[in-house]
Structures are given as C-alpha cells and as structure tokens.
C-alpha cells in the first residue's frame, strides 16, 4: 500500500492537479513538499527505507515503502534504483529479493551485494539508512510466476538469489503450487543470503527442494554440496532434470555456462545476468561521436560500449540495467555504424541504439 503521505498528495493532485497543474514546476513542488514528507513528490517514483538489515557478508537487505507513483513489481522482476553518490545521480538495477507478503503490503526488499569499488552497492550497503528514500523506476522482467508450468529448477549464484528468493517467498504465500528445486551456489556459507529461511522452505513448504552448493567452504555441513555446475553434478542433484524448466540467476559467465550446460537437457530455459559476460579488451582505434543534442563530440574507442564511454567523459545519460534489458538507455542514433555487443550484429540504418550494450564502429551521431 502507497504510503499515507503520499496517498495525501494524490488527494491534493487529484483536486488542485487540473488547476494548477498546467503552472506548478514539479521541482519546486518536490523540494518543499519533502521539507513536509521525504515521501511527498508531484509525481517521482519515491522509496522510503523502513528497514535494514545484513543478510549475509557483504549483503544487506533494504526494506522500501513506495509511494504512489511507483508502478507495481511483480515477483521475479527487476527495477531500477537512482541514488545520489557524491552528487552524481546514478542507476542500477535490482530485483527485489521481496514483494509485499511478510515485508508489509505494498513493501519491497532489495538485497544488494557490495562489489569492490562499485559505487552504488557500496552506498547502498553502506551508507544508506532507514529513513532515507530512493528513487524507482518502471519494473521490467519476464522471470514471474508462471502458473501454467509445474515443475521449476531455480538455479543462482551470489546475488542472483534474489529473484528466486522472491518467487519462492510468493509461493510460500500461495501465489503457486508447483514443485520447485533450487540450487545456490556461493563461495562459502557467509556468503549465503536467507539461509534459514531456505532451510525452513526446504523442510516445511510442500513441493520445495534446496540444494546449497559451496565453491570454497573448507568443511561442509550435511546437505551441502560443492563443485561448479556440471552435467554430473545436475544430474545427482535433480534426476528429473529433463522435466523441469529452469530459471537461472547470476553472473553473465555463470548463465552462459549453464545455458550452454543445459541446452536441449530441460523443458525450457530462461535466465537473468546481473553482469555482461566478459569481453576480449577493446583495441579499436578512436572514432568521433557527436551528441546531437549538446553539441559535444568526443573521441571514444571503437567497439567499447558507448553508456560507459560516454559516462568516463563526464556525461551522464538516462539508463537502467545496464544489460540491454530495460531500454532506458534507447536513443536515436542518427548517423554512423553501431555494433550490438551481445549478439556483434552492426546497424547503419538510421534507428533506435541501446547505448548500455552498443558501440561505435564508425563516426556516428546520436540524439543525445
Ligand atoms: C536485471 C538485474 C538485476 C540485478 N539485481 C541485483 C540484486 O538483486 N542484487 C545485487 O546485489 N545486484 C543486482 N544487480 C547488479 C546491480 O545492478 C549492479 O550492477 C551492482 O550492484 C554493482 O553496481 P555498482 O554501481 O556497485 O558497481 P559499478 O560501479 O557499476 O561497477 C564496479 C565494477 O564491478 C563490476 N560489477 C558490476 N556488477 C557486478 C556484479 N553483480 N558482480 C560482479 N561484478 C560486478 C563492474 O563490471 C565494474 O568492474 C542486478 C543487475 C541486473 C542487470
């Protein structure tokens, strides 16, 4: 449920709104409606942290109460979170490791795992406290409950749990009935995020099987297991392998080696990277790219990304996952050659470019 507050506003808006709509600068209203309600905003998607907590090393878990403004998010999906990192608004995604149910109707979870040196999941597990509030996007995200299939293999790694955590947390509150085995790897069991819930899920919930996968944990505990994904180590772990569709959750390295591990051994394959795969260095001589809009023209490396290009020179624009997923990060480019990074196909038809996953290989102009 919206927070009070800002339900106050969409009362306000509601009335006032068609009047003084047309004249009011949602800024200035924003600015001093927070001095009232860090929640209150015109028409921002806002999140107020409510609660915090460590969910294992490195990882902390932040409860949100939306306001009005932030579109559902269904269990599963990911949303972008904008936050201020020493004045520089940056975004990133995350899935929300909870969506409502125990949380509080209408709250969500982030589970964020800090990475060395990265900016805003060291902010977020580190700096961030209850009270604070966040700025969401739109939730975008096709790894929901899907009442049609009946047997699931939820596989993560690291924080990849998140969206499977979710799911299964729906499922627990009898949102679905189907027989879900997930296997989690981590490092060590430090690393593992819910753990006692999973246990509990695993003894308690009909249908739910976890399996805890240690890569580098001198001594396991009965029930765990180790090694990295192999067919040997599928198979032992589910026998029914071949029946189960599977949602997949980790590194980009860790789903490529499993959709490549899994090819035609499943019902069916889908599967969410948190991180590109990685690439071969970037050796491309400079070419010139001119920003339409601000009239600016750098020279960036052909064949490296344009979103972090552009970003390393000062210029910040609008995006999302990261991952080519969300499309946030979409802008025209109006002239030159760009090649998609995922897939390596080249454009030089005039057209929509995803800049998070795009690079020049020519001089281009984009609409920026
Ligand atoms: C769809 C989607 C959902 C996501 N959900 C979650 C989630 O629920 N919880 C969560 O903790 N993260 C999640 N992520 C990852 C998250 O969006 C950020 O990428 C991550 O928090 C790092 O951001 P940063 O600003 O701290 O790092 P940056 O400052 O952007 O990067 C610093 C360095 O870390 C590397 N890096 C970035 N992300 C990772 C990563 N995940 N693992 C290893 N190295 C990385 C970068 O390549 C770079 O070298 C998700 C990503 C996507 C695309």
Not at 276 to 303: F, K, M, Y
């Amino acid at each position: 449920m919206p927070d009070t507050a800002s339900v106050k506003t969409g009362a306000l808006k509601r009335l006032i709104g068609p009047v003084i709509g047309p004249v009011i600068d949602p800024v200035a209203f924003d600015f001093w409606a927070a001095k009232v309600n860090p929640l209150l905003s015109w028409e921002r998607p806002l999140a107020r942290v409510v609660a915090r907590q460590v969910a294992a090393r490195d990882s902390v878990t932040l409860v949100l109460k939306p306001n009005r403004h932030v579109p559902p998010v269904q269990a599963g999906q990911h949303v972008p979170v904008t936050v201020e990192v020493d004045g520089v608004r940056l975004t990133r995604s995350y899935s929300p490791s909870s969506v409502g149910g125990k949380r509080g109707k209408g709250c969500l979870a982030i589970t964020v795992k800090r990475i060395p040196g990265g900016r805003v999941s060291s902010h977020l597990c580190q700096n961030v406290r209850v009270g604070d509030v966040l700025e969401l996007g739109e939730a975008f995200g096709e790894m929901t409950l899907r009442p049609e299939v009946p047997r699931w293999l939820y596989i993560a790694a690291g924080s990849g749990i998140t969206p499977l955590m979710s799911l299964l947390r729906a499922q627990a509150a009898g949102q679905s009935r189907a027989d879900v085995t997930l296997l989690y790897w981590a490092r060590t069991r430090a690393d593992l995020c819910f753990l006692d819930e999973l246990r509990h899920l695993d003894s308690h919930q009909p249908g739910v099987r976890v399996h805890i996968i240690l890569t580098r944990e001198a001594a396991l505990l009965p029930g765990e297991h180790s090694g990295r994904p192999d067919a040997a180590l599928l198979t032992q772990l589910v026998p029914d392998l071949a029946e189960r569709r599977v949602y997949a959750c980790g590194t980009g390295g860790f789903v490529d080696s499993l959709r490549t591990l899994l090819a035609d051994q499943v019902a069916g394959f889908d599967a969410e990277a948190f991180t590109l795969p990685e690439r071969a260095a970037v050796a491309g001589a400079p070419v010139q790219v001119t920003l339409r809009r601000s009239g600016r023209v750098l020279d960036i490396p052909a064949g490296e990304a344009l979103l972090p290009a552009l970003e390393a020179r000062g210029i910040h624009p609008k995006h999302g996952c990261r991952m080519g997923i969300c499309n946030s990060c979409a802008c025209d480019r109006i002239s030159g050659t760009s090649e998609n990074l995922n897939t390596g196909a080249t454009q030089t038809e005039p057209g929509v470019v995803r800049i998070c996953i795009s690079a020049a290989r020519s001089d281009m102009t984009l609409d920026l």
